[in-house]
């Protein structure tokens, strides 16, 4: 049970009661004194709980990391047994740990069990969360796999080893002034709208090729392709389409395949693979 933090400052509540009993004209006085005096009591004790509650949350979510390592150990061997299905080499798919919303306790927990490669969403929480790591994550990548906003492409080429969500001509621009003020590029995958839904980010498949051409002249090169197939249904007719339209532009990374997938878009030619849940357990939203 979490007590209230002790102020220091004394609270005259008894005093107004008091004061009041005996006196109109004084408890009117002491009473709109007193009353303010509180409100910055109140308010700070108010704070002090909820950071308290917060700090406890965290400790509590914390106190037990060993389910990731054995997840991770989980995700590795159903990725050998779905690589194997295929005739395909284990060693032919990187695993990228998306530790979005996950600590950075979390994120060491899965390095020390061997994890190299971690996705993050948000460029926000990325740029928290990543850079007091790299001394503790010698050769760790960081992939930013989620939308990414243009006046974020700075900060994406500061913080991302890899950039996951280029889709437009916008931030394809931005993204190529970046990399030259910054001095350092990051490899780039397209994200692929693979199954046209209209509430998703992604390139249209038919105008993917184009789309590289464009980023070509802009001095960008384009290593992959990446897509997140439709929630409902069977996402294996997606990542076929995905795999064709990769061997058509010559492009053989393939980002494909999430937590509860990931084993059907390794049969259909994935070279990456994004678990999050399976690996770091159940996500709770910010």
């Keep these: ?69 054995a997840n991770l150990s989980a995700v590795r061997e159903r990725m050998t047994a779905a690589a194997q299905a295929a005739g395909r080499p284990p060693g032919s798919i990187d695993l990228v740990a998306v530790s979005k919303n996950f600590p950075a306790e979390a994120v060491l927990a899965a390095f020390a069990a061997g994890q190299q490669r971690f996705g993050e969403n948000r460029v926000q929480e990325a740029a928290r969360k990543f850079p007091p790591l790299r001394e503790k994550m010698p050769g760790a990548k960081l992939h930013l796999i989620g939308t990414l906003q243009s006046n974020k492409a700075r900060d994406a080429v500061r913080l991302a080893d890899v950039v996951e969500s280029l889709d437009r001509d916008s931030l394809a621009v931005a993204l190529a002034k970046a990399i030259e003020s910054e001095g350092r590029a990051p ?100």
């Design 187 to 286: 490899q780039l995958l397209i994200q692929v709208n693979i199954g046209r839904e209209a509430q998703k980010g992604g390139c249209d498949p038919d105008q993917v090729e184009a789309f590289r051409d464009r980023c070509a002249a802009l001095g960008l090169t384009v290593a992959g392709l990446m897509a997140i197939p439709p929630a409902e249904g069977d996402p294996t007719p997606h990542f076929a389409s995905l795999a064709r339209l990769g061997r058509t532009m010559g492009l053989d990374w393939l980002s494909m395949g999430m937590s509860g997938d990931y084993d059907a878009a390794i049969r259909a030619g994935s070279t990456e693979v994004r678990v999050g849940s399976a690996i770091f357990g159940s996500r709770t939203a910010p």
């Design 1 to 69: 049970m979490l007590a209230l933090p002790r102020s220091t400052t004394p609270i005259r509540v008894g005093r107004v009661a008091s004061t009041a009993s005996t006196s109109g004209v004084r408890a009117s006085s002491e009473n709109s004194h007193s009353v303010g005096s509180l409100r910055p009591l109140a308010s700070l004790a108010g704070r002090n709980l909820l950071d308290a509650a917060s700090s406890e949350a965290e400790s509590d979510a914390m106190s037990d990391l060993s389910h990731i390592p």
